[in-house]
């Protein structure tokens, strides 16, 4: 499996390369990571680690995620996520997956949820042109206009429109792991990555 971990992303901020250069990265405090369940060929149909990330009150768990943590002895954590592994991998349950799993310059793939935008129009969620903007020349200024053909009687799938923008899973491919501090388990990636300071990402190494 490449590798991979849960982290929180913290913020961006900027350092210095050796040259002098300002390198801009995005702060992302991952792991440890522990392996909660481990899924097999044999039982489940497919390979993969089910793995938790960031502690969970007890008091703020439910009864079926409060059994399930139980009977593998561990405390509850605030997410799970599966990986994909080999049948060949060897992983158990209470092993933990830490920042150091990265190397510096290293490139990798990391998966947030986009910040939400609310409702939006046809201009900024399409990037449409909008009509004439002179007033008396046209009445029609960022109004979507048609909606498309009318004996069709309906709206085809995939036409642009206003809407709810935002909140959707990204991710971000190809971007460099600059520097990895494994004692205070932060990750140091160039450019920017998706979602709001203090949300989940997952960081996925090519």
């Not at 920042?99 to 793939?109: A, E, H, L, P």
């Not at 960022?142 to 642009?160: E, H, I, L, Q």
């Not at 206003?162 to 959707?168: K, L, Q, S, V």
Request: hydrophobic share 35%.
């Amino acid at each position: 499996m490449p590798a991979a971990i849960l982290g929180k992303k913290l913020g961006m901020t900027r350092i210095f390369d050796a040259d002098g250069r300002v390198v801009p990265v995005t702060v992302v405090e991952a792991g440890p990571c522990v392996v909660v369940q481990r899924k097999t060929e044999e039982r489940d149909g497919y390979s993969a680690i089910q793995v938790g990330f960031g502690d969970r009150k007890r008091s703020r768990t439910n009864s079926p995620l409060t059994g399930h943590f139980r009977s593998k002895n561990i405390a509850p954590k605030q997410h799970l996520r599966e990986f994909r592994v080999g049948t060949e991998e060897q992983f158990e349950v209470g092993d933990e997956i830490r920042v150091d799993v990265f190397t510096k310059g290293q490139r990798v793939d990391v998966r947030g949820q986009s910040k939400g935008k609310g409702f939006a129009g046809g201009m900024k969620r399409h990037h449409f042109k909008g009509g004439p903007m002179e007033h008396g020349a046209s009445k029609i200024h960022r109004k979507p206009m048609s909606a498309g053909a009318t004996d069709a009687a309906r709206v085809f799938p995939g036409k642009r429109s206003p809407g709810h923008m935002g909140a959707e899973t990204v991710t971000v491919k190809g971007l460099t792991v600059v520097d990895v501090d494994a004692e205070r388990n932060l990750l140091l990636i160039k450019g920017a990555v998706p979602g709001a300071n203090g949300g989940l990402v997952v960081v996925l190494g090519r």
